[in-house]
């Protein structure tokens, strides 16, 4: 039976990797992020990436979207999954979005489009202190992987990492979500990974 882990402790060399790396998406304002992550709910942030410039010019900020229609976005959507329902939320927000809006998890997942997910990464974007912890599909993988939950529900998950993790330890899902993007794959390459010395997955295996 392995040694019960001290995860504050074991998570803190992935931590130390990924604190200050940028998320994929390419944006380069907080209404820039806002839009992106609603855009790439279900589709890869590349692909988001590659849209994003051409979406951009034409609405450059929040007053220019909130007086579009939905329909008016669908031209440079339409490769994005579920492009309609998504210009009708990003045409909502901008509606509702105040300059000097206080980005909190309440205010943030109260907007159509937005999820617990999605509001932490906009509020890590943002600079902001963690009010919750980023589970994406790869955190989702991962953490089971390594045995610091046994759920599998990503809400269940997020509330397992915020029980265990001190808050200001909370970017743990995001160092989390590059591992799976990099080294704790579908097809994990194991050998390759920091946290193998610790991870259930990595015993199970007989390594």
């Known amino acids: 039976m392995p040694t019960k882990i001290d995860w504050s402790v074991a998570l803190r060399p992935l931590l130390k990797k990924y604190k200050e790396k940028a998320h994929p998406l390419q944006y380069h304002s907080t209404y820039q992020l806002v839009v992106m992550v609603v855009l790439s709910a279900q589709s890869t942030d590349d692909y988001i990436n590659k849209i994003a410039q051409g979406f951009f010019a034409a609405y450059p900020e929040m007053r220019s979207l909130a007086k579009a229609t939905p329909e008016d976005l669908w031209p440079y959507l339409k490769g994005v999954r579920n492009f309609a329902h998504k210009s009708r939320w990003l045409v909502s927000i901008a509606e509702q979005w105040k300059p000097e809006m206080p980005l909190t998890m309440e205010v943030l997942t109260a907007m159509p489009g937005i999820g617990r997910k999605s509001a932490n990464v906009i509020r890590r974007g943002a600079g902001l202190p963690p ?77």
């Open 131 to 207: 009010e919750g912890v980023i589970v994406d599909l790869h955190v989702v993988r991962v953490a089971p992987r390594l045995g610091i939950t046994k759920e599998s529900d990503p809400k269940k998950i997020e509330e397992d990492l915020m029980k265990k993790l001190p808050q200001k330890e909370w970017d743990a899902g995001m160092a989390m979500s590059f591992l799976g993007r990099e080294i704790c794959r579908p097809k994990p390459e194991c050998e390759k990974c920091l946290m193998n010395k610790d991870c259930a997955y990595y015993r199970k295996i007989g390594k």
